[in-house]
């Protein structure tokens, strides 16, 4: 069983930061993207930023100059520092995790395609 737990959401003011995190537990091998997603209500999820196991990154336009996605491999962790945040950025943000490969308990290898989060709630609002 893998879990991804977000941590870090919360309410701010326009122009201010807040850092969500995200972990990975489980008997993980090997993860190859984690990355953000958000959610407004009534709206698709769209992809925030995400990282890949060799460093490569990418994010969306909303986000770049503003948001900085960090990850920890060794860890099974992502960050996502947000400053200049504005009403607009206002969502869910699931953190995300494609290609994991996992040790099940029999001791062989198991990969999910896709995991997410449960969501963490930021609010922007003066």
């Known amino acids: 069983q893998v879990q991804l737990v977000e941590s870090g959401g919360g309410s701010v003011q326009p122009g201010g930061s807040l850092r969500l995190s995200c972990a990975a537990s489980?008997?993980?091998?090997?993860?190859?993207?984690m990355g953000w997603y958000r959610q407004d209500p009534g709206k698709q999820r769209e992809l925030v930023a995400f990282?890949?196991?060799?460093?490569?990154?990418n994010y969306a336009d909303s986000a770049k100059g503003r948001f900085t996605i960090s990850r920890d491999s060794a860890k099974n962790t992502v960050d996502l520092e947000m400053n200049s945040l504005n009403p607009e950025d206002t969502a869910v943000y699931y953190c995300?995790?494609?290609?994991?490969?996992?040790?099940?308990?029999?001791?062989?290898?198991?990969?999910?395609?896709?995991?997410w989060g449960q969501g963490t709630l930021v609010t922007v609002s003066s």
């Open positions: 489980g008997s993980i091998i090997s993860i190859d993207v």
């Open positions: 990282m890949s196991s060799g460093g490569r990154t």
């Open positions: 995300n995790a494609k290609r994991v490969t996992i040790t099940t308990s029999s001791g062989s290898r198991h990969r999910y395609i896709e995991l």
